[in-house]
Protein backbone atom coordinates (compact mmCIF):
# COMPACT_ATOMS: atom_id res chain seq x y z
CA UNK A 1 0.00 0.00 0.00
CA UNK A 2 1.62 3.45 -0.63
CA UNK A 3 2.46 5.61 2.28
CA UNK A 4 0.80 9.24 2.07
CA UNK A 5 0.89 11.92 5.48
CA UNK A 6 -0.19 15.38 4.87
CA UNK A 7 2.00 18.61 4.30
CA UNK A 8 3.66 21.03 6.91
CA UNK A 9 0.46 22.78 7.47
CA UNK A 10 -1.29 19.60 8.67
CA UNK A 11 -5.06 18.06 8.22
CA UNK A 12 -6.91 20.24 6.22
CA UNK A 13 -10.73 20.43 6.28
CA UNK A 14 -11.07 19.95 2.36
CA UNK A 15 -14.43 20.22 0.42
CA UNK A 16 -14.85 18.50 -2.83
CA UNK A 17 -18.04 19.77 -4.97
CA UNK A 18 -18.30 16.74 -7.67
CA UNK A 19 -18.32 13.13 -6.90
CA UNK A 20 -17.58 11.57 -10.42
CA UNK A 21 -13.89 9.75 -10.67
CA UNK A 22 -12.18 13.17 -10.65
CA UNK A 23 -13.77 14.29 -7.32
CA UNK A 24 -13.37 10.93 -5.68
CA UNK A 25 -10.06 10.41 -6.60
CA UNK A 26 -9.25 13.48 -5.33
CA UNK A 27 -11.41 13.20 -1.87
CA UNK A 28 -9.92 9.62 -1.21
CA UNK A 29 -6.57 10.43 -1.94
CA UNK A 30 -6.60 13.59 0.53
CA UNK A 31 -8.57 11.29 3.12
CA UNK A 32 -5.95 8.46 3.16
CA UNK A 33 -3.47 10.90 3.51
CA UNK A 34 -5.22 12.41 6.96
CA UNK A 35 -7.48 15.52 5.78
CA UNK A 36 -10.74 16.08 6.59
CA UNK A 37 -12.49 15.83 3.03
CA UNK A 38 -16.36 16.55 2.55
CA UNK A 39 -17.91 15.80 -1.03
CA UNK A 40 -20.92 17.09 -2.07
CA UNK A 41 -23.11 15.92 -5.28
CA UNK A 42 -26.78 16.03 -5.66
CA UNK A 43 -26.10 12.26 -7.62
CA UNK A 44 -22.62 11.03 -6.91
CA UNK A 45 -21.52 8.77 -10.24
CA UNK A 46 -23.91 9.55 -12.98
CA UNK A 47 -22.46 12.08 -14.79
CA UNK A 48 -19.78 11.22 -17.51
CA UNK A 49 -17.98 8.50 -15.66
CA UNK A 50 -21.08 6.49 -15.71
CA UNK A 51 -20.93 6.58 -19.52
CA UNK A 52 -16.85 5.95 -19.87
CA UNK A 53 -15.51 2.91 -21.47
CA UNK A 54 -12.85 3.30 -18.76
CA UNK A 55 -9.88 3.15 -21.52
CA UNK A 56 -6.45 3.53 -20.19
CA UNK A 57 -5.04 4.74 -23.53
CA UNK A 58 -2.71 7.69 -23.81
CA UNK A 59 -1.46 6.68 -27.24
CA UNK A 60 -4.70 5.49 -29.07
CA UNK A 61 -6.50 8.86 -27.57
CA UNK A 62 -3.64 11.17 -27.93
CA UNK A 63 -4.14 12.92 -31.97
CA UNK A 64 -1.44 14.70 -33.32
CA UNK A 65 -0.07 17.18 -32.23
CA UNK A 66 -1.43 16.78 -28.42
CA UNK A 67 1.78 15.89 -26.74
CA UNK A 68 1.06 17.53 -23.48
CA UNK A 69 -2.25 15.37 -23.57
CA UNK A 70 0.22 12.11 -24.62
CA UNK A 71 2.75 13.28 -21.78
CA UNK A 72 -0.12 13.56 -19.31
CA UNK A 73 -1.42 10.40 -20.02
CA UNK A 74 1.26 8.54 -20.43
CA UNK A 75 2.04 9.77 -16.43
CA UNK A 76 -1.37 8.77 -15.17
CA UNK A 77 -1.11 5.28 -16.62
CA UNK A 78 2.09 4.35 -14.71
CA UNK A 79 0.15 5.65 -11.82
CA UNK A 80 -2.87 3.38 -13.08
CA UNK A 81 -1.56 -0.29 -10.97
CA UNK A 82 -0.85 1.37 -7.65
CA UNK A 83 -4.15 3.26 -7.69
CA UNK A 84 -5.85 0.17 -8.45
CA UNK A 85 -3.98 -2.37 -6.13
CA UNK A 86 -4.22 0.87 -3.31
CA UNK A 87 -8.33 1.22 -4.12
CA UNK A 88 -8.25 -2.68 -3.82
CA UNK A 89 -6.58 -3.11 -0.43
CA UNK A 90 -9.27 0.07 1.27
CA UNK A 91 -12.33 -1.67 -0.15
CA UNK A 92 -11.78 -5.64 -0.55
CA UNK A 93 -13.21 -5.20 -3.85
CA UNK A 94 -10.82 -6.09 -6.51
CA UNK A 95 -10.21 -3.59 -8.90
CA UNK A 96 -8.79 -4.79 -12.26
CA UNK A 97 -6.91 -3.29 -15.09
CA UNK A 98 -7.65 -5.57 -18.11
CA UNK A 99 -4.64 -6.47 -19.91
CA UNK A 100 -6.74 -5.94 -22.96
CA UNK A 101 -4.21 -4.25 -25.39
CA UNK A 102 -5.42 -1.87 -28.25
CA UNK A 103 -5.37 -2.83 -31.53
CA UNK A 104 -5.88 0.15 -34.04
CA UNK A 105 -6.70 -1.28 -37.65
CA UNK A 106 -7.24 0.19 -40.70
CA UNK A 107 -9.86 -0.92 -43.44
CA UNK A 108 -8.29 0.51 -46.42
CA UNK A 109 -4.93 1.89 -48.02
CA UNK A 110 -5.04 5.59 -46.31
CA UNK A 111 -5.92 4.26 -43.14
CA UNK A 112 -3.05 2.36 -43.28
CA UNK A 113 -1.03 4.95 -44.31
CA UNK A 114 -2.45 6.96 -41.51
CA UNK A 115 -1.28 4.20 -39.10
CA UNK A 116 2.15 4.33 -40.45
CA UNK A 117 2.25 7.84 -39.79
CA UNK A 118 0.78 7.60 -36.28
CA UNK A 119 3.21 4.84 -35.22
CA UNK A 120 6.55 7.08 -36.46
CA UNK A 121 4.59 9.93 -34.66
CA UNK A 122 4.29 7.31 -31.13
CA UNK A 123 7.80 6.12 -31.87
CA UNK A 124 9.37 9.33 -31.86
CA UNK A 125 7.65 9.82 -27.89
CA UNK A 126 9.09 7.29 -26.50
CA UNK A 127 6.22 4.43 -27.00
CA UNK A 128 5.84 1.45 -27.46
CA UNK A 129 3.86 0.33 -30.86
CA UNK A 130 3.65 -2.86 -32.80
CA UNK A 131 3.03 -2.35 -36.92
CA UNK A 132 0.73 -5.86 -37.72
CA UNK A 133 0.15 -7.06 -41.36
CA UNK A 134 -3.86 -7.89 -41.63
CA UNK A 135 -3.09 -11.72 -41.12
CA UNK A 136 -1.33 -11.29 -37.76
CA UNK A 137 -4.05 -8.55 -36.36
CA UNK A 138 -6.51 -11.42 -37.42
CA UNK A 139 -4.66 -14.23 -35.77
CA UNK A 140 -4.93 -12.41 -32.53
CA UNK A 141 -8.66 -11.11 -32.92
CA UNK A 142 -10.27 -13.76 -34.80
CA UNK A 143 -13.19 -11.74 -34.74
CA UNK A 144 -11.83 -8.54 -37.01
CA UNK A 145 -13.13 -8.15 -40.32
CA UNK A 146 -11.45 -9.94 -43.21
CA UNK A 147 -11.78 -6.49 -45.05
CA UNK A 148 -8.60 -5.70 -42.90
CA UNK A 149 -5.77 -3.56 -44.41
CA UNK A 150 -3.31 -3.41 -41.54
CA UNK A 151 -3.32 -2.63 -37.65
CA UNK A 152 -1.04 -1.59 -34.66
CA UNK A 153 -0.87 -3.19 -31.22
CA UNK A 154 -0.42 -0.96 -28.78
CA UNK A 155 -0.02 -2.19 -24.86
CA UNK A 156 -2.87 0.04 -23.51
CA UNK A 157 -5.42 -1.51 -20.29
CA UNK A 158 -8.92 -0.75 -19.57
CA UNK A 159 -10.65 -0.56 -16.33
CA UNK A 160 -14.51 -0.71 -15.26
CA UNK A 161 -15.21 2.94 -14.43
CA UNK A 162 -18.75 2.52 -12.74
CA UNK A 163 -16.61 -0.20 -10.17
CA UNK A 164 -13.59 2.24 -9.85
CA UNK A 165 -15.91 4.97 -8.79
CA UNK A 166 -18.38 2.91 -6.56
CA UNK A 167 -15.27 1.53 -4.73
CA UNK A 168 -13.84 5.17 -4.59
CA UNK A 169 -17.03 5.98 -2.45
CA UNK A 170 -16.68 3.11 -0.03
CA UNK A 171 -12.69 3.74 0.51
CA UNK A 172 -13.29 7.20 1.28
CA UNK A 173 -15.58 7.01 3.41
CA UNK A 174 -13.66 4.00 5.04
CA UNK A 175 -11.23 7.04 5.56
CA UNK A 176 -13.33 9.27 7.22
CA UNK A 177 -14.88 11.51 4.12
CA UNK A 178 -18.64 11.88 4.11
CA UNK A 179 -20.55 12.02 0.80
CA UNK A 180 -23.08 14.31 1.19
CA UNK A 181 -26.55 14.23 -1.48
CA UNK A 182 -26.38 18.27 -1.79
CA UNK A 183 -25.27 20.51 -4.69
CA UNK A 184 -22.83 23.31 -3.57
CA UNK A 185 -20.97 26.51 -4.24
CA UNK A 186 -17.71 28.23 -2.95
CA UNK A 187 -18.12 30.71 -0.55
CA UNK A 188 -15.42 33.52 -0.88
CA UNK A 189 -14.34 35.94 1.58
CA UNK A 190 -12.01 39.32 0.60
CA UNK A 191 -10.48 36.79 -2.52
CA UNK A 192 -10.36 33.59 -0.41
CA UNK A 193 -12.43 30.47 -0.25
CA UNK A 194 -13.73 29.72 3.15
CA UNK A 195 -15.82 27.17 2.64
CA UNK A 196 -19.02 25.77 0.48
CA UNK A 197 -22.60 26.74 0.30
CA UNK A 198 -25.57 24.67 -0.50
CA UNK A 199 -27.79 24.90 -3.42
CA UNK A 200 -29.98 22.39 -2.16
CA UNK A 201 -32.99 21.57 0.72
CA UNK A 202 -30.92 18.57 2.73
CA UNK A 203 -27.87 20.12 4.38
CA UNK A 204 -25.73 19.54 7.26
CA UNK A 205 -25.48 22.74 9.22
CA UNK A 206 -27.74 25.29 10.53
CA UNK A 207 -25.79 27.92 8.64
CA UNK A 208 -26.27 26.05 5.39
CA UNK A 209 -22.68 26.69 5.25
CA UNK A 210 -19.40 24.46 5.47
CA UNK A 211 -16.04 25.63 6.57
CA UNK A 212 -13.36 24.38 4.56
CA UNK A 213 -9.59 25.47 4.14
CA UNK A 214 -9.37 24.19 0.24
CA UNK A 215 -12.89 23.88 -1.80
CA UNK A 216 -11.94 21.77 -4.63
CA UNK A 217 -14.47 22.43 -7.30
CA UNK A 218 -14.54 18.72 -9.74
CA UNK A 219 -18.10 19.07 -11.25
CA UNK A 220 -17.16 18.21 -14.39
CA UNK A 221 -19.23 20.36 -17.39
CA UNK A 222 -20.97 22.34 -14.91
CA UNK A 223 -17.13 23.65 -13.26
CA UNK A 224 -17.68 26.77 -14.65
CA UNK A 225 -21.75 27.46 -12.49
CA UNK A 226 -19.93 26.72 -9.39
CA UNK A 227 -17.59 29.52 -10.23
CA UNK A 228 -20.37 31.99 -11.22
CA UNK A 229 -19.58 34.00 -8.07
CA UNK A 230 -16.13 34.60 -9.13
CA UNK A 231 -14.69 37.54 -11.35
CA UNK A 232 -12.82 34.86 -13.35
CA UNK A 233 -14.08 32.76 -15.97
CA UNK A 234 -13.58 29.01 -17.00
CA UNK A 235 -14.10 28.37 -20.32
CA UNK A 236 -15.21 24.11 -19.83
CA UNK A 237 -17.80 23.64 -21.73
CA UNK A 238 -20.28 20.56 -22.25
CA UNK A 239 -19.17 17.58 -24.89
CA UNK A 240 -21.77 15.47 -25.73
CA UNK A 241 -20.82 11.52 -25.75
CA UNK A 242 -23.27 8.56 -26.78
CA UNK A 243 -22.40 5.25 -25.54
CA UNK A 244 -23.44 1.73 -26.24
CA UNK A 245 -23.10 -1.41 -23.64
CA UNK A 246 -23.37 -4.89 -25.39
CA UNK A 247 -22.98 -8.30 -23.99
CA UNK A 248 -21.54 -11.12 -25.66
CA UNK A 249 -20.03 -14.43 -24.53
CA UNK A 250 -16.82 -13.71 -22.13
CA UNK A 251 -13.34 -14.45 -24.06
CA UNK A 252 -15.12 -13.49 -27.46
CA UNK A 253 -12.94 -10.39 -27.48
CA UNK A 254 -9.14 -9.82 -26.33
CA UNK A 255 -8.86 -6.18 -27.13
CA UNK A 256 -10.03 -3.02 -27.57
CA UNK A 257 -10.49 -2.44 -31.44
CA UNK A 258 -10.18 1.49 -32.87
CA UNK A 259 -11.19 2.14 -35.95
CA UNK A 260 -12.27 4.87 -38.56
CA UNK A 261 -15.51 3.43 -40.93
CA UNK A 262 -17.02 6.28 -43.19
CA UNK A 263 -14.73 9.37 -41.48
CA UNK A 264 -16.40 8.62 -38.16
CA UNK A 265 -14.18 6.70 -34.96
CA UNK A 266 -15.36 3.80 -32.93
CA UNK A 267 -14.09 2.05 -30.28
CA UNK A 268 -14.53 -1.37 -29.19
CA UNK A 269 -13.81 -2.34 -25.43
CA UNK A 270 -14.50 -5.62 -23.98
CA UNK A 271 -14.54 -6.33 -20.53
CA UNK A 272 -13.80 -9.93 -19.13
CA UNK A 273 -17.56 -10.73 -18.14
CA UNK A 274 -18.33 -10.43 -21.76
CA UNK A 275 -19.89 -6.57 -21.18
CA UNK A 276 -18.66 -5.07 -24.56
CA UNK A 277 -18.57 -0.87 -24.66
CA UNK A 278 -18.93 0.68 -27.80
CA UNK A 279 -18.26 4.15 -28.21
CA UNK A 280 -18.52 7.25 -28.43
CA UNK A 281 -19.84 10.20 -30.26
CA UNK A 282 -18.28 13.62 -29.67
CA UNK A 283 -20.75 16.58 -29.93
CA UNK A 284 -19.86 19.74 -29.86
CA UNK A 285 -23.87 20.35 -29.22
CA UNK A 286 -24.29 22.25 -25.59
CA UNK A 287 -26.45 20.62 -22.76
CA UNK A 288 -28.66 17.70 -25.28
CA UNK A 289 -28.45 14.28 -23.37
CA UNK A 290 -30.78 12.75 -26.00
CA UNK A 291 -29.68 8.98 -27.14
CA UNK A 292 -30.30 9.79 -30.94
CA UNK A 293 -31.47 7.37 -33.11
CA UNK A 294 -28.56 8.14 -35.71
CA UNK A 295 -25.78 8.05 -32.96
CA UNK A 296 -26.86 4.25 -32.35
CA UNK A 297 -27.08 3.44 -35.90
CA UNK A 298 -23.80 4.79 -36.45
CA UNK A 299 -21.97 3.09 -33.62
CA UNK A 300 -23.33 -0.08 -34.09
CA UNK A 301 -23.02 0.17 -37.90
CA UNK A 302 -19.36 1.24 -37.40
CA UNK A 303 -18.55 -1.74 -34.62
CA UNK A 304 -20.03 -4.17 -36.64
CA UNK A 305 -18.03 -3.18 -39.65
CA UNK A 306 -14.57 -3.71 -37.83
CA UNK A 307 -16.02 -6.54 -35.82
CA UNK A 308 -19.23 -8.42 -37.45
CA UNK A 309 -19.91 -11.10 -34.88
CA UNK A 310 -20.97 -8.22 -32.34
CA UNK A 311 -24.13 -8.36 -34.66
CA UNK A 312 -25.33 -11.31 -32.66
CA UNK A 313 -24.41 -9.48 -29.55
CA UNK A 314 -27.27 -7.92 -27.31
CA UNK A 315 -27.54 -4.51 -27.00
CA UNK A 316 -28.10 -4.05 -23.14
CA UNK A 317 -27.80 -0.13 -23.02
CA UNK A 318 -27.71 3.07 -24.91
CA UNK A 319 -26.40 6.29 -22.59
CA UNK A 320 -25.63 10.31 -23.19
CA UNK A 321 -23.56 12.34 -21.03
CA UNK A 322 -21.54 15.42 -21.24
CA UNK A 323 -18.18 15.45 -21.08
CA UNK A 324 -16.11 19.05 -19.35
CA UNK A 325 -14.10 19.94 -22.40
CA UNK A 326 -11.29 22.60 -22.76
CA UNK A 327 -10.38 24.91 -25.87
CA UNK A 328 -6.73 22.96 -25.57
CA UNK A 329 -8.02 19.50 -24.91
CA UNK A 330 -6.17 19.52 -21.94
CA UNK A 331 -7.70 19.43 -18.02
CA UNK A 332 -7.46 21.95 -15.52
CA UNK A 333 -6.18 21.34 -12.40
CA UNK A 334 -4.43 23.14 -9.62
CA UNK A 335 -4.86 26.84 -7.78
CA UNK A 336 -6.90 29.38 -9.28
CA UNK A 337 -6.69 32.80 -8.93
CA UNK A 338 -8.54 32.75 -5.69
CA UNK A 339 -6.58 31.31 -2.75
CA UNK A 340 -8.20 28.19 -1.09
CA UNK A 341 -10.21 27.23 -4.63
CA UNK A 342 -8.46 24.29 -6.61
CA UNK A 343 -9.93 23.03 -10.03
CA UNK A 344 -9.76 19.50 -11.19
CA UNK A 345 -12.50 19.71 -14.46
CA UNK A 346 -11.66 19.99 -18.16
CA UNK A 347 -10.96 16.43 -18.62
CA UNK A 348 -12.71 15.94 -21.99
CA UNK A 349 -12.52 12.26 -23.45
CA UNK A 350 -9.67 11.53 -20.82
CA UNK A 351 -10.98 11.42 -17.35
CA UNK A 352 -10.66 8.21 -16.09
CA UNK A 353 -7.50 7.83 -17.32
CA UNK A 354 -6.06 11.05 -15.89
CA UNK A 355 -7.69 10.75 -12.71
CA UNK A 356 -4.69 9.07 -10.62
CA UNK A 357 -2.52 11.78 -12.20
CA UNK A 358 -4.69 14.78 -10.89
CA UNK A 359 -5.23 13.22 -7.70
CA UNK A 360 -1.16 13.33 -7.41
CA UNK A 361 -1.62 17.21 -8.65
CA UNK A 362 -4.13 18.28 -6.07
CA UNK A 363 -3.12 16.61 -3.44
CA UNK A 364 0.80 17.61 -3.95
CA UNK A 365 -0.67 21.22 -4.34
CA UNK A 366 -2.54 20.98 -1.21
CA UNK A 367 0.52 19.11 1.29
CA UNK A 368 2.56 21.85 -0.84
CA UNK A 369 4.98 19.08 -2.72
CA UNK A 370 6.15 19.92 -6.23
CA UNK A 371 3.74 18.19 -9.00
CA UNK A 372 4.17 15.22 -10.18
CA UNK A 373 5.93 14.98 -13.69
CA UNK A 374 3.85 14.95 -17.07
CA UNK A 375 1.13 17.17 -14.98
CA UNK A 376 3.23 20.82 -15.73
CA UNK A 377 1.09 21.94 -18.68
CA UNK A 378 -2.42 21.42 -16.91
CA UNK A 379 -2.37 24.68 -14.53
CA UNK A 380 -5.39 25.81 -13.78
CA UNK A 381 -4.43 29.43 -14.21
CA UNK A 382 -3.77 28.98 -17.80
CA UNK A 383 -7.53 29.35 -18.50
CA UNK A 384 -8.40 31.64 -15.67
CA UNK A 385 -9.35 34.56 -17.55
CA UNK A 386 -11.22 37.98 -16.04
CA UNK A 387 -14.65 38.48 -16.50
CA UNK A 388 -14.03 41.49 -18.23
CA UNK A 389 -11.48 40.49 -20.69
CA UNK A 390 -14.04 37.70 -21.98
N1 LIG B 1 -12.24 8.20 -23.67
C1 LIG B 1 -13.08 8.01 -24.76
C2 LIG B 1 -14.29 8.82 -24.81
O1 LIG B 1 -14.50 9.73 -24.01
O2 LIG B 1 -15.09 8.59 -25.68
Redesign the pocket.
Known amino acids: MTALTVGAKGPQRVAVLGAGIIGLACAWRLARAGHRVTVLDPSARTGATYA ?2 G ?1 I ?1 PAS ?1 AAFGQDALLAAGLASARLWPTFAADLTHDTGRPIELTPCATMLVALDADDDNALTRHVRHLHRRGCTAERLTSRAARRLEAGLTPRLAGAVLLHETAVDARKVASALEVALVEHGGTVLAVSGEPVVHEGTATGVRSLGERWATTSGVIDADVVVVAAGWRSPQMLSALDHAVPIRPLK ?1 Q ?1 LRLRSSPGALGHTVRGTVRGREV ?1 VVPRPDGEVVV ?2 T ?1 EDVGEDLRVTAGAVHDLLHDAIELLPELAEATLVESTARL ?1 PATSDNLPVVGPTCVDGLVLASGH ?6 LAPLTAELVSAHIDGRPPPSGAETLAAQRLCTPKELT
Do not use: T, V, W
Open positions: AAMAEGIYGASRGRDGIL
